[in-house]
T-cell receptor, first 121, second 109 residues
């Protein structure tokens, strides 16, 4: 597809359940980011992949959160033992390789998917 | 201290006026700066990016960067009701984009 695709768009689950959120980035984008956005807040960084590896997972709030990108394309964010506080919109974004900072064709901008709204009851 | 600070607003301007949105950032080593627009219930979309000190213009939008003051701004000329949205300032630093909490802009017809 032309853009970043996220599924499901909405997920309602019960406290304690396990959820998986999927992201299919723009073809050719090597960088993939997961963000979490709560109402009235800006996106909060969770994890960044460059290719298959998690280059920076410092934003994951605790060990209930885990993400994979086994083939360097599709990524899955996994949340174990969900809590009500996990309710938010989970945004995935991808980015092309960064060009020169002077403003080459690859600016490194993030292209966002439409998000997965997670509600934990 | 948050990495990126924005006034949450709402900022209300009449149609046709100039809207001025401001952002400060804490890490002096930040490399590049982005303004995203987010409509309610939608995902952020890029408006402009800026790397160098000074002004950068694109249509009705002008981004301004002052690295010495660690300050980024976005000016929207001839504001339209369709510009009503939340504007997110993002700062890129060491492979991460840090976002402010956004400023809500209301353009009144």
């Amino acid at each position: 597809g032309a853009g970043v695709s996220q599924t499901p768009s909405n997920k309602v689950t019960e406290k304690g359940k396990y959820v998986e959120l999927r992201c299919d980035p723009i073809s050719g984008h090597t960088a993939l980011y997961w963000y979490r956005q709560s109402l009235g807040q800006g996106p909060e960084f969770l994890i960044y992949f460059q290719g298959t590896g998690a280059a920076d997972d410092s934003g994951l709030p605790n060990d209930r959160f885990f993400a994979v990108r086994p083939e360097g394309s599709v990524s899955t964010l996994k949340i174990q033992r969900t809590e009500r506080g996990d309710s938010a919109v989970y945004l995935c974004a991808s980015s092309a390789p960064r060009g020169e900072l002077a403003g080459g064709p690859d600016t490194g901008e993030l292209f966002f998917g439409e998000g997965s709204r997670l509600t934990v009851l | 201290q948050k990495e990126v600070e924005q006034n949450s607003g709402p900022l209300s301007v009449p149609e046709g006026a100039i809207a001025s949105l401001n952002c400060t950032y804490s890490d002096r080593g930040s490399q590049s700066f982005f303004w995203y627009r987010q409509y309610s219930g939608k995902s952020p979309e890029l408006i402009m990016f800026i790397y160098s000190n000074g002004d950068k213009e694109d249509g009705r939008f002008t981004a301004q960067l002052n690295k010495a003051s660690q300050y980024v701004s976005l000016l929207i000329r001839d504001s339209q009701p369709s510009d009503s949205a939340t504007y997110l300032c993002a700062v890129y630093n060491f492979n991460k984009f840090y976002f402010g909490s956004g400023t809500k802009l209301n353009v009144k017809p």
